[in-house]
């Protein structure tokens, strides 16, 4: 099993996104999927460092989307949607992470994964799944099976990685 990096940074964020049902914008979120039928992958690890210019609270969310993204691109700032493998040998992904999409995912109307709130004038923040606690991804076209990471409140500059496992 796998393992890759996904990255966008500076995602420099316009909009807060509430709680529930919320249709997500272009260049204000991170999203990561899968991208065929039968496919599954874990996101394992997540650090959020700020990079805001004057003190800004940031409360982060990871949420699944009700909706899901179709025709998902890099937004802003983002190099590419196409993870990195962490070892030479590893094969082609098979999800990609995105900011931008042609239709874009909205979050799904259930409590965040996980909720992160810091200061993004510097603050970091690194989530590691505990054996048993981490986010599972499936199937490209199953609502619910996106995940996004977006701020509930704050519009403090961030950079966003994750470590995500295929399986």
Not at 53 to 61: L, Q
Not at 81 to 93: F, G, V
């Amino acid at each position: 099993m796998a393992l890759y990096s996904t990255q966008f940074a500076p995602l420099t964020i316009a909009a807060a996104f509430a709680q529930g049902s919320t249709a997500l914008t272009n260049n204000n979120y991170f999203g990561v999927k899968t991208t065929a039928a039968g496919n599954m992958a874990r996101i394992i690890e997540v650090f959020i460092g700020g990079e805001a210019s004057s003190s800004t609270v940031n409360r982060m969310a990871i949420r699944r989307n009700s909706v899901s993204t179709t025709t998902p691109a890099a937004g802003n700032n983002q190099i590419s949607t196409t993870p990195l493998p962490l070892s030479w040998s590893a094969p082609a992904s098979t999800f990609l992470d995105y900011g931008a999409a042609a239709t874009n995912a909205t979050t799904a109307n259930l409590p965040a994964l996980h909720i992160m709130a810091f200061n993004a004038f510097g603050g970091v923040i690194r989530w590691v799944a505990a054996p048993g606690e981490e986010m599972y991804m499936a199937t490209n076209t199953a609502n619910n099976n996106d995940v996004s990471i977006s701020s509930i409140s704050g519009l403090g500059a961030v950079s966003i990685t994750c470590i995500v496992e295929e399986l």
